[in-house]
């Protein structure tokens, strides 16, 4: 099993500034290396059998792999002596960043999209580096021993398993300070199966929206909180603030440190109420079930300020995430008609938006919108589907016959 504990670093001045010091140099690493992939890449895009019509025919020279930028971290070290601070681990952790960053660029998703070409970072993009090995040994009390930056300080706010060994070290900076993630993995723990069938009875449905976060298929609902909405009047005045100073001065950068700490205060709230909802979601059955919506493009429309302040997709990655480390499960469906179905008869009842009331002519069911579409959910989750009175009927049964009673 492995799983990841993030605590909050105190460093002090000479830490601090080693610290920012890597960063810099990690930074400038990774450019480098970043342009010779892309100089390499515009040289030798065409075939050789072929003429490049973007530049005349170069010299052919050695592509600049993973391995190869590695072993010439010796040559940097020798021409840069401020190279040999950093811990030789951590330095070809940023030559891995390179590569990943490379790969991503020519490899498609799962969706079978491909991802945008990786940019330079800019001073101050480069936020986090990696230990890949540390030892076991490296927390005492309320410090971690950091490979040549020394005892640091940390608020452990929760102890490390029992039996758990520590992987990997990530150190990051955030708008309030500096962070370091231990991912820790058991061997012991068996990785947990998600074989759950979807029942009637293990199975609860989930819609989401915009007047209440969610509606269960129970009829329990979870009111939106709106943390950024709530925020924005601070935000306002914040960067008010920070259009008045002259850019790259001091108290810019403290306007801009102060901004950038309230757009964190808004996230962690965000985040703190999504990881208290799904556990109290998944204390309550096996299978939760949820619409595949697609939320980059709902995100384009004219109600992306309401989408991205209740953060669905966050939301529903910690579900899935919580729901595989407890061997529960969490089902995709196709969201199409999940409000315009009624959930009794299964005929499609159009509606505006606003209609926020399932009323079905042909059955006479008056419920919620979102609670209609919850139990739709549910069902679809299942395989519980509804007969479409519209379609033929089966063996001469009548509609009111065939007609599943979504709550049963």
């Given at each position: 099993m492995r799983t990841a504990y993030q605590y909050k670093l105190r460093p002090n001045k000479e830490q601090l500034a080693t610290i920012e010091m890597w960063l810099e140099l990690l930074?400038?690493?990774?450019?480098?290396?970043?342009?010779?992939?892309?100089?390499?890449?515009?040289?030798?895009?065409?075939?050789?059998?072929?003429?490049?019509?973007?530049?005349?025919?170069?010299?052919?020279?050695?592509?600049?792999?993973?391995?190869?930028?590695?072993?010439?971290?010796?040559?940097?070290?020798?021409?840069?002596s401020e190279y040999k601070l950093i811990h030789s681990q951590v330095l070809q952790d940023c030559i891995k960043r390179v590569k990943l960053a490379f790969d991503r660029w020519f490899k498609a998703d799962k969706n079978g999209q491909k991802l945008g070409k990786p940019r330079f970072k800019g001073k101050g993009r480069y936020r986090s580096f990696s230990y890949p090995q540390i030892k076991?040994?490296?927390?005492?009390?309320?410090?971690?021993?950091?490979?040549?930056?020394?005892?640091?300080?940390?608020?452990?706010?929760?102890?490390?398993?029992?039996?758990f060994i520590i992987k990997t070290v990530t150190i990051s900076r955030k708008a309030d300070g500096y962070y370091i993630t231990?991912?820790?993995?058991?061997?012991?723990?068996?990785?947990?199966?998600?074989?759950?069938?979807?029942?009637?009875?293990?199975?609860?449905?989930?819609?989401?929206?915009?007047?209440?976060?969610?509606?269960?298929?129970?009829?329990?609902?979870?009111?939106?909180?709106?943390?950024?909405?709530k925020s924005q009047q601070r935000l306002k005045t914040l960067q008010k603030r920070l259009s008045r100073k002259n850019k790259g001065s001091k108290r810019w950068l403290k306007a801009v440190k102060a901004v950038a700490k309230q757009h964190k205060k808004i996230a962690d709230k965000r985040k703190d109420f999504h990881f208290k909802t799904a556990n109290e979601l998944l204390s309550k059955v096996d299978v939760i079930a949820h619409e595949n919506l697609n939320i980059k493009g709902l995100a384009k429309t004219?109600?992306?300020?309401?989408?991205?302040?209740?953060?669905?997709?966050?939301?529903?990655?910690?579900?899935?995430?919580?729901?595989?480390?407890?061997?529960?499960?969490?089902?995709?469906?196709?969201?199409?008609?999940?409000?315009?179905?009624?959930?009794?008869?299964?005929?499609?009842?159009?509606?505006?938006?606003?209609?926020?009331?399932?009323?079905?002519?042909?059955?006479?069911?008056?419920?919620?919108?979102?609670?209609?579409?919850?139990?739709?959910?549910?069902?679809?989750?299942?395989?519980?589907?509804?007969?479409?009175?519209?379609?033929?009927?089966?063996?001469?049964?009548?509609?009111?016959?065939?007609?599943?009673?979504?709550?049963?």
């Open positions: 930074r400038r690493q990774y450019n480098y290396r970043l342009g010779e992939r892309f100089s390499w890449w515009e040289q030798n895009r065409c075939p050789v059998n072929a003429c490049p019509l973007v530049m005349p025919i170069p010299q052919l020279r050695d592509n600049p792999d993973y391995y190869s930028q590695k072993r010439d971290l010796v040559n940097t070290k020798d021409k840069f076991q040994n490296c927390i005492e009390e309320n410090q971690i021993n950091l490979p040549k930056i020394g005892k640091v300080k940390l608020i452990q706010h929760r102890p490390i398993p029992e039996g231990l991912s820790l993995e058991d061997k012991s723990v068996p990785a947990l199966t998600t074989e759950i069938e979807p029942t009637l009875k293990n199975t609860l449905g989930i819609d989401m929206g915009l007047k209440e976060f969610l509606v269960t298929s129970e009829g329990e609902s979870v009111p939106i909180p709106q943390y950024y909405r004219r109600l992306n300020k309401s989408i991205n302040d209740a953060g669905w997709g966050q939301f529903l990655t910690i579900l899935t995430v919580k729901a595989g480390n407890a061997g529960q499960k969490t089902v995709a469906v196709n969201p199409k008609n999940t409000s315009q179905d009624c959930s009794n008869c299964g005929e499609k009842v159009d509606k505006e938006l606003s209609q926020r009331t399932h009323s079905c002519p042909h059955c006479g069911v008056v419920i919620d919108r979102d609670l209609n579409a919850a139990i739709n959910i549910k069902n679809r989750a299942v395989g519980h589907s509804v007969f479409k009175a519209r379609g033929a009927r089966r063996d001469g049964a009548t509609k009111r016959e065939a007609c599943t009673i979504a709550s049963a």
